[in-house]
């Protein structure tokens, strides 16, 4: 059993899309990365996160029922549970963020239980870059694989402490929006490149609806998003697709580029499913069964058989 | 040998890019097209187009030297070759026309050679889908396949005629754009499913660099474009790609789906070299060596081997 350690955001997400929206709903990208990864059972999962006790025991409930470890997700008494709100254009690709209410989320110290001091993959969800690195700190065996996510707020704000943790980390996810900015570089092929040489040997470019790209030295992957009759809600596409990296990676314990497009591919693949419903209400509810079976879409979409000699 | 006609637009352009600019150089659907399918050797390929007498004889000799037969290439006397003229933006991925002057291709009346009128592939490049219609009407056996490509300007100016030239094609090229005018849906799964009641069995979405998809009943393929390190000139990438789709297809005679895949992939191949230099600088100096490593690049770039029992 490949250990997988999740830090990251548990949260309430109020969504509006042109399709509806929601109340206050089960969100946070922890709960995405979890839920994605739980997809992968030959796998000892846990989430180091911090919640408020306003947050429902229906919702811990369904972390345990995947067989996510929550025991270093943090109940503050009196606290209040992160909270963001958003609100989707048209066309889906764009939002605006109605509301972030950080909450118990600003005083967050992650402790990576006892258990997981020796992970086989670290998951680092979108956090202060110093956040990030404390966990990294916390591990007493090297991981094989530390995978980080980011985000331009902590450009604009924590440059320096995202550019120390960069250094310590093995994959870095971002979307191509994000890498322009942090390399300057219009090309991502450029922009990869130089993400390279600020540490992470991987570089995985998130461009939503039109895919992904794995960077390694001179080797790119690309995968594509799987095209849906319709896109219902894009909220926690990127984690769940990162759920589904990791969670992949921690059941195969094999870091090898080949592997890695695997596991580039199974994240694309669940990231599918969770735009189809309201937050995690698609995920909730995977069987391993319709997994397969667009899996094999995937391989339709994308694979063709050209001999060359 | 199959035989391939192609209609289409023989032209002037001038252009600027962020990283420079031309004079007139050469350009047009047609010579696109025609370039690019001439990378397969098993085909007879003719232009049909119109050019006024200002048309360099060294561009004539470039056509005739890649074995593109140009008896149907009207030369008017006296008159003036279609004059394109664009300045593009800093992310290249839009562009503002400076100049259209129609010139000779306002009369133009394209006459199939007689021994094209059996070919066993019609490229019909982005003109009035009158003269696309009249062309169709031509032929005196069936074509294997007839392609259109068309863009907005004829849904704004001749929907009508556009909706009539659909009925009797195979397979439409368009970009996304388009196809959303087009049909009025946003999902590009849907936008498709919409043309194939209009009239084509296969239809292909091109996305620019962001690859190109063909849908063909319930089956979907996607090619992405291949990551470059720098983007120069997209000018003709459509168009290149059309060739390297209907060339592959004119060579190898075979209309089934799996072989249509194989076609996209060839021009989404084709397609990453034209945009290296101006105009059609890197398809004039293109050598099967080259074009073949390109394509390992991307299988490369999006095989993947995960096994589904």
Not at 21 to 47: C, R
Not at 93 to 122: G, I
Not at 217 to 241: C, K, R, Y
Request: glycine letters at 6%.
């Amino acid at each position: 059993m490949g250990k997988l350690v999740i830090v990251g955001t548990v949260a309430f997400d109020a969504i509006e899309t042109p399709f509806g929206k929601t109340d206050k709903i089960l969100g946070g990208a922890a709960t995405f990365i979890g839920l994605a990864a739980s997809q992968f059972h030959n796998i000892d999962a846990a989430i180091v996160s911090v919640v408020g006790d306003d947050f429902p025991q229906e919702y811990l409930d369904l972390l345990i029922s995947k067989k996510i470890d929550i025991s270093s997700l943090e109940i503050v008494k009196g606290g209040k549970t992160f909270f963001w709100s958003g609100k989707y254009h048209n066309d889906l690709n764009s939002r605006d963020t109605l509301a972030t209410e950080l909450n118990v989320l600003a005083d967050f110290n992650p402790t990576v239980p006892d258990n997981y001091k020796d992970a086989d993959v670290v998951m680092l969800g979108n956090l202060h870059p110093s956040t990030q690195m404390s966990v990294i700190e916390q591990m007493e065996k090297k991981p094989k694989l530390i995978v980080l996510d980011t985000m331009n707020y902590w450009m604009d704000n924590a440059l320096e402490e995202l550019l120390q943790v960069i250094q310590h980390i093995d994959v870095i996810t971002i979307n191509d929006e994000e890498a322009r900015q942090l390399t300057n570089e219009y090309s991502l092929v450029k922009a990869a490149e130089k993400i390279h040489k600020m540490g992470p040997k991987f570089v995985v470019i998130k461009k939503g609806e039109h895919g992904a790209l794995l960077f390694h030295d001179e080797n790119i992957f690309f995968a594509p998003a799987l095209p849906l009759e319709e896109v219902f809600d894009p909220t926690g596409a990127g984690d769940t697709f990162a759920g589904g990296f990791v969670g992949y990676i921690a059941e195969t314990k094999n870091i090898s580029f080949n592997n890695l497009k695997n596991a580039i591919v199974h994240g694309s693949n669940l990231a599918s499913f969770c735009v189809e419903k309201f937050g995690t209400e698609r995920l909730e509810n995977l069987d391993s069964k319709e997994v397969k079976q667009r899996l094999l879409q995937f391989k339709q979409l994308t694979q063709f058989d050209i001999e060359l000699e």
